[in-house]
């Protein structure tokens, strides 16, 4: 259900939204969506258990970090209201880490903590140097963000297995079509 090609958690959060331009398909809908994308994001070891008050606070960061992100993309100063949504949630704890005998790391904390992670993700790609690395995909129903970390900043489109294959297979039908 949920991709992470973005490069960036960040990114990868916004692009829980589909489609922004036409359908708008927003694939956290529910305080068990947040839940589960939290934890396929590797965020948090156990389910935080989300609630309505942190999904809407959730959907709030997102859509500041998509804000955030785009107008890096066009080249346009932050707006304030976005960054402050960010750096308000980047000040609280992140998760806890802890390193077991196996070698293996346990992520400990609640969805607070997770968000907070998020939110310092967006802050370290925006105010470095991936700011300039920001691209949007390049298909025309697809809104998502990602960084282009190809050796020729020449990458096109968010994943090449979906969105490149849709416009790859476009392009040939739109050539061979009488």
């Known amino acids: 259900m949920f991709t992470f090609v973005s490069g960036n958690l960040a990114l990868d ?3 829980t939204v589909k489609a922004r331009a036409t359908t708008f398909d927003d694939l956290l809908t529910t305080a068990a969506d947040l839940d589960e994308w939290l934890l396929a994001a590797d965020l948090l070891d156990t389910t935080p258990h989300c609630d309505a008050a942190t999904l809407d606070l959730a ?3 997102r859509e500041a970090a998509y804000r955030l992100a785009s107008a890096a993309v066009h080249g346009e ?6 960054r402050e949504i ?5 000040s609280r704890d992140l998760p806890r880490l802890t390193l077991r005998s196996d070698a293996t790391i346990t992520r400990h904390g609640g969805p607070d903590a997770a968000l907070a992670a998020i939110a310092r993700s967006a802050i370290e790609m925006l105010g470095g140097p991936e ?11 697809c809104t998502r963000l990602y960084l282009d970390t190809s050796r020729g900043k020449s990458r096109r489109w968010c994943d090449m ?18």
Do not use: M, Q, W, Y
């Not at 100063?77 to 976005?82: G, H, I, K, L, T």
């Not at 960010?86 to 980047?90: I, S, T």
């Open 59 to 61: 959907v709030r960061l």
């Open 13 to 15: 959060f916004a692009g």
């Open 86 to 90: 960010v750096n308000e949630l980047a």
């Open 77 to 82: 100063p932050f707006a304030d209201v976005n």
């Open 161 to 178: 297995t979906i969105c490149g294959n849709r416009a790859k297979s476009a392009a040939f039908r739109a050539r061979h079509t009488d």
């Open 131 to 141: 700011r300039g690395l920001i691209k949007e995909c390049g298909r025309d129903e």
